[in-house]
């Protein structure tokens, strides 16, 4: 699990990333980033539907989704606001290769595990 400092926890900050951030899409997620304006360590947050089905189920696909970007999470620089949006692929495909869309997608928003803010 990421520590309490790394997660997205309020609607309200939710709806800014939507709403100011950069969309990226690949086939297991939707990915929306916002830098924010100080240092504090990168926030991640993740969504599941109920087109996934029950709350059982929905909190396995969370679960993958949070352990492929527990070790991306580390290595990301400070100051941004990170959702990620379940799609249906997301319930089957194996945790490296969500790793490598997560990884691939963070690029594409111009942040990685290397990068600073564009």
């Known amino acids: 699990?990421?520590?309490?400092a790394g997660r997205l926890r309020k609607k309200r900050e939710?709806?800014?990333v939507y709403q100011q951030g950069r969309r990226v899409r690949t086939e297991s997620f939707t990915m929306y980033v916002?830098?924010?304006?100080?240092?504090?360590?990168?926030?991640?947050g993740f969504v599941v539907g109920r087109q996934f089905g029950t709350h059982a189920q929905r909190n396995r696909v969370k679960r993958r989704l949070r352990a492929a970007a527990r070790k991306l999470w580390e290595r990301l620089p400070a100051g941004y606001d990170v959702v990620c949006i379940a799609r249906p692929?997301?319930?089957t495909a194996p945790i490296e290769q969500?790793?490598?869309?997560?990884?691939?997608?963070?690029t594409l928003t111009g942040i990685s595990s290397t990068g600073g803010k564009p």
């Open 89 to 91: 692929a997301a319930t």
């Open 98 to 106: 969500i790793q490598r869309q997560l990884q691939s997608a963070l």
């Open 14 to 16: 939710f709806e800014q």
């Open 34 to 44: 916002r830098a924010r304006e100080d240092d504090a360590p990168t926030r991640m």
């Open 1 to 4: 699990m990421l520590p309490r």
